[in-house]
């Protein structure tokens, strides 16, 4: 069955939607690009879907589970075990290092080997070298990568990124959407990214259009000729 | 920019949005204010009350004679005879304890008729000559007619009440013959009050006075005494106001901090405003305002709950002055307008003063930085090296000022270098701060788990706020030790001092009113009828009197130099033997002083003193000096041979009993009790005296204690609140720790980790200053405030207890702030900012 769920999921802010009975599949390894105009609900997706927030009406699934239906102890360990997240401010702990901040999940989950996997996925995104650095002593490209490797450490089962590329140059940003597509490629982790650009709707398995809240269509450009 | 806009979007917006936060500020600033009001007005209480105990009746006074021992009668003749019209006003002065209250009362004899003023009842003045009359002051609540018992030096008896007196407060009045019996004063007075006529000039009556009185009288304009009193006290109070404004200081600091944090906040918006046009002056005046403001709330709400805490205050500092130094009832508390006003003029001083540092930085914040998202650093401005080596100067300094010798007697140089460590210390911590947290980090990382690593990383990394937070509550700390380690010296040193001084088996004294000026008398022969029993080898009997030496009060004392021979263990200061010094003591003129006279007068061995003593002047050499601990008004003391040569008055103040060896403390405490039945005597064995000094010593104490606990309590709010606007400020960052996998719990347990670190920091900076400040305490500022020397000891126990209590303080200060972090939502707080 698919990794994630929309169940005519409906969300509302004061009375106005966010959403409004979204219903969407995604599926293992998939790469999905989430487009839109500003304020049509995207972020309000890529949070319900992580678990960080929760539908108004409708149900979400996420490996198998309803979220809304568990607790908070059990959120956390979803959190842990299954879900990424990559912020388009790129929000890395200031008074860590580099490395630090991509051990920073294993440490919070309690996982054995921290730093051998944190320098492994420093390694994927070519962030090894930079391991004792502080994050003000990185640009916003490397800082991107870092969040990446972050997010990536505990082999999660869905990456969830919101605007990676927004506060990056062009040419930057496309370094980091072929990053993540390797990733997902290699790993078989599934994407689920909100994005304005366009070369990202290129490089997606699966574009989905949301306006208003709703989806206003979906669209599967890679599995054309 | 209009400035109001700028104070009310700058300032007032925020100071509503954390209402909690600004209203621990607000609490900060009011206890600070509050203590130092509370002990200014106590103390003023409390040294203004004597004046209202022997000196109702006062009148006006203009001059008063009085002697060692007692002024002659002949004197007020030879003054009666003197062809000017003064008008004389003869008095005995004492105490007495109302049986029914144990009040402790003045008890006068003055003449009945000239100067009480008192209608003789229908018998004439022959009334007041009956003894067991008595007139009350007004405020003593009887009417007459009632019946009181009254107890005075060892003997007790029911007096009735004659009449009622204006202005007498709440003092019990005899006429001048029959207190004189009761007192057993001879012919003698104790004070002659003189009013003279205007016609001279006060300097040529006061020499036409002293040439007709005889030598060894003591010719004093009237509040001289007052004066002498208030001059005594001044060290006492000295060192209390000082301790009060611990509170303030400590406070400063969390104002300093409060405001600090405030501008590194507004940092971006303060840039806004000025891109958008306010001045400097305009930025520097709202911050000022805001401290300001805090300091006037604080100040106003302070001088209330002042005026509460000093009733409190009042008590005890009443029972030390009454203990230590001078016979006192309370003055009532009078909270003057001019005094309200400069409780609140502190408040918002200290406030202004506090955050001018910061203002000062955010009115130089230039209107580029509204562009400089992103960079937090908060620590461009740490200098932290430089303040080490800066703070490492302030130390030496400190180091220079305490070997400084005190100024006006008052050990201004040893204020000066408690403030100097004390600023040398603060400029020194955020070099440890970050050194210590940096090293911490990954230890803490691994015993403690990740949640210990973020605190300590987050408090390395926002240096600033640290270091003064860190401060603020180390400065408390170090006080705590230091006034803990100096009172904990001292009881030890007392303690062991009176295992050697105290070495008979039973002490009396009469059941009369005692204190430090107040020398009531048993019976001439008690000493006799006690050397009678079998079980008792020795008497010594010691006699008191209250002198007057170099315009400040002391006792003259003696006591049996050769029983004191026999028995004394202690070591002179000079290392001299007690046998040996008081072997030269009996039929020479030769005293020695204690500790505190000594250093209080200059007086060093082979000095000679000039006591007019028994009408003449007569000189004495000061052959030892000796340890003690009993009182700062400090000692003279001669054998008794010499004393009654010169004051051959017999009766004791204080009997020591020595039992034979082998003998039954009990049966001999037994026997002396009912040799002296029908006497008011307290018979106290040796380890019950002992009691009694400590509980005094304990009491004495209990004030400086409190004022700690303020300071402490003012330092742990302010972690309180600065952690509360840590976790505000750092919102987006637990929420991101949310995303990252981060339990509520884990969340909880970085920011007490967080407040357990900032009080391990604090508690390791305050103990290691506080045991600079205490060797300041007990070398330099007790020594030259009170003159005793006080060897030093770590009261381990104590020390112990208050860290760890002032440590788990600090922990829970954090479960507020905790507990907001955890209820903040993560999608709210993460693209804040
Ligand atoms: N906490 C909130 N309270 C009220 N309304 C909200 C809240 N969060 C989002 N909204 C509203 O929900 C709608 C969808 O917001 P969302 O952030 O998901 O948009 P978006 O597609 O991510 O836009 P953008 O591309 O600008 O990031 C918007 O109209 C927004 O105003
Ligand atoms: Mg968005």
Redesign the interface.
């Known amino acids: 069955m698919a990794l994630l769920r929309f169940n005519h999921v409906s969300k509302l802010y004061s009375g106005a939607p966010a959403l409004d009975d979204v219903s969407l599949d995604v599926e293992r390894g998939q790469f999905v690009v989430l487009v839109g105009r500003s304020g049509c609900g995207k972020s309000t997706l890529l949070?319900v879907a992580?678990a960080?927030?929760f539908p108004t009406s409708g149900e979400v699934v996420l490996d198998g589970v309803v979220t809304s239906s568990l607790s908070?102890?059990a959120l956390?360990l979803l959190?842990?075990g299954t879900v990424g997240?990559v912020?388009q401010?790129f929000?890395l702990?200031?008074?860590?290092s580099v490395l630090e901040n991509v051990e920073?999940?294993l440490?919070?989950?309690?996982r054995p080997r921290a730093s051998e996997t944190a320098l492994d996925r420093l390694r994927q995104v070519e962030m090894e070298d930079y391991g004792a650095r502080m994050p003000?002593q990185l640009s916003g490209g490397q800082m991107q990568r870092v969040a990446i490797a972050?997010a990536l450490v505990?082999s999660p089962a869905l990456l969830l990124a919101d605007e990676p590329t927004g506060n990056l140059d062009s040419t930057t940003g496309d370094v980091i959407l072929k990053l993540l597509q390797n990733i997902a490629r290699k790993q078989q982790t599934t994407i689920l990214m909100a994005t304005h650009s366009v070369e990202a709707a290129e490089i997606a398995d699966v574009v989905v259009r949301l306006r208003d809240g709703r989806v206003q269509e979906v669209l599967e450009p890679a599995s054309g000729p | 920019m209009a400035y109001q806009k700028i104070f009310y979007r700058l300032i007032l917006r925020p100071l509503w949005r954390e209402r909690l936060r600004s209203a621990l500020m607000v609490a900060t600033v009011a206890l600070g204010v509050a203590v130092v009001l509370a002990i200014e007005l106590a103390g003023e209480a409390a040294a203004g009350s004597f004046r209202s105990s022997v000196e109702t009746l006062a009148g006006s006074g203009d001059f008063e004679v009085t002697a060692t021992g007692g002024v002659p009668a002949e004197v007020l003749a030879r003054l009666v005879l003197l062809p000017h019209a003064f008008k004389l006003r003869p008095r005995i002065e004492d105490y007495a304890v109302i049986a029914a209250s144990n009040r402790v009362v003045p008890f006068l004899g003055v003449d009945m008729l000239a100067d009480a003023g008192a209608n003789p009842g229908n018998s004439g003045a022959d009334e007041f000559q009956r003894g067991g009359s008595i007139w009350v002051g007004k405020d003593a609540g009887w009417k007459p007619g009632s019946r009181v018992r009254l107890t005075v030096n060892d003997g007790s008896a029911d007096y009735t009440v004659r009449g009622v007196i204006e202005g007498a407060g709440e003092a019990i009045i005899t006429d001048l013959a029959p207190a004189a019996r009761l007192l057993g004063r001879g012919s003698n007075l104790d004070r002659i009050l003189i009013d003279v006529p205007p016609s001279r000039p006060a300097d040529q009556w006061e020499s036409i006075l002293r040439a007709a009185l005889p030598d060894g009288m003591t010719l004093a304009p009237r509040g001289a005494r007052t004066e002498e009193n208030r001059r005594m006290l001044a060290a006492f109070r000295w060192n209390l106001r000082v301790l009060s404004y611990i509170a303030l200081l400590v406070g400063a600091f969390l104002i300093y901090n409060t405001i600090s944090v405030s501008v590194v906040r507004r940092r971006e918006e303060i840039g806004v405003l000025r891109a958008l046009g306010a001045t400097r002056l305009s930025v520097l005046g709202a911050f000022l305002s805001e401290a300001a403001c805090l300091g006037l709330a604080g100040g106003i709400a302070g001088v209330a709950l002042g005026r509460v805490m000093a009733t409190a205050c009042l008590r005890l500092v009443a029972a030390t002055v009454d203990s230590l130094y001078v016979s006192s009832t309370p003055a009532p508390i009078a909270l003057t307008w001019a005094v309200a006003v400069a409780g609140i003029a502190i408040g918002v001083l200290v406030s202004v003063v506090s955050a001018l540092p910061p203002a000062l930085e955010a009115s130089r914040v230039v209107p580029v930085e509204a562009m400089a998202r992103g960079?937090?650093?908060h620590d461009v401005h740490m200098h932290r090296w430089r303040d080490l080596a800066l703070g490492a100067a302030l130390a030496v300094a400190a180091g220079l000022a305490s070997r400084q010798p005190p100024v006006a007697g008052k050990p201004l140089f040893g204020y000066l270098a408690v403030l100097l460590l004390i600023g040398g210390a603060v400029l020194a911590t955020p070099a440890l701060v970050s050194v210590l947290s940096r090293a911490t980090a990954t230890a803490a990382?691994r015993i403690f788990?990740?949640e210990a690593?973020?605190a300590s990383?987050?408090l390395?990394?926002s240096l600033r706020r640290t270091a003064v937070l860190v401060g603020a509550l180390s400065t408390a700390i170090a006080m705590l030790s230091a006034v803990g380690i100096m009172v904990g010296s001292f009881r030890q040193t007392v303690l062991l001092w009176m295992e050697d001084r105290l070495r008979a088996d039973l002490y009396l004294r009469p059941a009369g009113p005692a204190g430090a000026d107040r020398h009531p008398t048993l019976a001439p022969g008690t000493a006799a009828r006690l050397q009678r029993i079998p079980e008792v080898a020795a008497v010594d009997q010691f006699r008191a009197y209250e002198i007057s030496y170099n315009g400040l009060p002391a006792t003259l004392g003696g006591s049996d130099a050769r029983i004191a021979g026999r028995y004394g263990q202690r070591p002179f200061l000079s290392g001299a033997r007690p046998a040996d010094v008081f072997a030269q003591l009996p039929g020479r003129d030769h005293v020695i002083v204690s500790e505190p006279f000594a250093n209080k007068h200059g007086v060093k061995r082979g000095d000679t003193l000039e006591l007019p003593l028994g009408g003449r002047r007569i000189h004495f050499r000061v052959i030892e000096i000796y340890g003690d601990y009993s009182n700062e008004r400090g000692y003279i003391i001669m054998d008794r041979g010499t004393l009654l040569k010169y004051l051959p008055d017999p009766s004791p103040s204080n009997v020591a009993v020595y039992l034979r060896p082998g003998a039954n403390l009990e049966q001999g405490r037994r026997a002396v009790e009912n040799a002296l039945a029908g006497r008011k005597v307290m018979v106290f064995t040796n380890r019950s005296l002992r009691k009694e000094a400590i509980r005094i010593f304990d009491r004495t104490f209990a004030i400086t204690y409190a004022l700690e606990a303020v300071a402490v309590f003012v330092a742990i709010m302010g972690v309180a609140g600065a952690l509360l606007a840590l976790v505000i400020d750092r919102r987006?960052?637990f929420g991101?720790?949310?995303?990252?996998?981060?339990?509520?719990g884990?969340i909880r347990r970085i920011i007490l980790f967080e407040a357990g670190l900032l009080g391990l920091l604090a508690e390791i900076a305050g103990v290691a200053l506080g045991y600079l400040l205490s060797l300041l305490l007990i070398y330099v500022i007790n020594r030259q405030s009170f003159g005793w020397t006080i060897e030093f000891h770590w009261p381990v126990t104590v020390l112990l207890s208050a860290l760890s209590i002032v440590y788990a303080a600090t922990v829970l200060a954090a479960l507020y702030p905790s507990q907001v972090a955890t209820q903040l939502v993560?999608?709210e707080v993460?693209?804040e900012d």
């Open positions: 949070n992580g960080m927030d908070e102890t956390t959190r842990r997240f912020f401010s929000q702990l200031p008074s860590l920073l999940p440490l919070l989950a309690r003000y972050r505990h | 960079r937090r650093d990382g788990g990740v690593m973020l990383r987050s390395a990394g987006r960052e991101l720790l949310r995303f990252l996998g981060a339990s509520t884990q993560p999608i993460i693209h």
